[in-house]
């Protein structure tokens, strides 16, 4: 199946720096979303975007839809140590079917 | 609100043998999804229930995996037998809907030896 191109593939970083992501795919999507998962948890929803061109913020995340549909950003600014984890980007076709299409994720470690 | 509940946590088993694994999903949520997680990977998707129906299986290896929804509630998912590579952790989630409204189990991690 396909599997949407996600890097990099792991960040090594200092407590208070940004960090900024991506994803980028060969087919459309109608939804980008952005999720974190934890050792031994399911993945969380961070953020849902739902339109090309749309920016959205959740505290200290921003993501972004891009305008072509087949790409999408996450940036996380001044991270701390909870930030650490693995986050994926996901598309969704939408039309109820399908399910979810998962990036190989981004490894984020901070260092104090 | 409970979340999704899956059960159990952690499975080993040897290569050639079954194993099942259950998924109670959020009250009143349709649609239900298994996914495998392999180490070092994004979850990739196996099956899509809506209520006790299958809307997607391309993905399922159907000459030893097979998953039931029965009265479009919980949901089991059965290898048999197992092979090496079938190690992984194996979510389920469940929305109303749309895919991007799913929530996610914890997952179950299997280990074939």
């Known amino acids: 199946g396909q599997q949407l191109n996600q890097s990099p593939q792991s960040m090594f970083i200092q407590e208070g720096e940004d960090v900024s992501m991506n994803c980028t795919s060969s087919s459309i999507f109608n939804t980008w979303l952005w999720y974190k998962q934890d050792p031994g948890e399911g993945p969380v929803l961070l953020i849902a975007?739902?339109?090309?061109?749309e920016l959205t913020s959740n505290g200290r995340l921003t993501a972004q839809f891009g305008i072509t549909r087949k790409d999408s950003f996450l940036n996380i600014s001044a991270s701390i140590p909870s930030d650490v984890g693995i986050y994926f980007c996901a598309g969704d076709p939408g039309g109820g079917a399908d399910g979810l299409t998962f990036g190989k994720g981004t490894h984020l470690i901070i260092q104090p | 609100e409970a979340g999704v509940a899956q059960s159990p946590r952690y499975k080993i088993i040897e290569k050639r043998q079954s194993v099942a694994f259950w998924c109670n999903p959020i009250?009143?949520?349709?649609?239900l999804y298994w996914y495998q997680q392999i180490l070092g990977q994004g979850p990739k998707l196996l099956i899509q229930f809506q209520n006790n129906g299958v809307v997607d299986d391309s993905q399922l290896p159907k000459d030893r995996f097979s998953a039931e929804r029965l009265k479009g509630v919980d949901s089991t998912l059965k290898i048999q037998p197992a092979k090496l590579e079938d190690s992984a952790v194996y979510l389920c989630?469940?929305?109303?809907?749309?895919?991007?409204?799913?929530?996610f189990g914890q997952g179950t991690r299997l280990t074939v030896v």
């Open positions: 009250s009143g949520h349709a649609t």
């Open positions: 975007l739902y339109k090309a061109g």
């Open positions: 989630a469940s929305s109303f809907g749309e895919a991007s409204e799913a929530f």
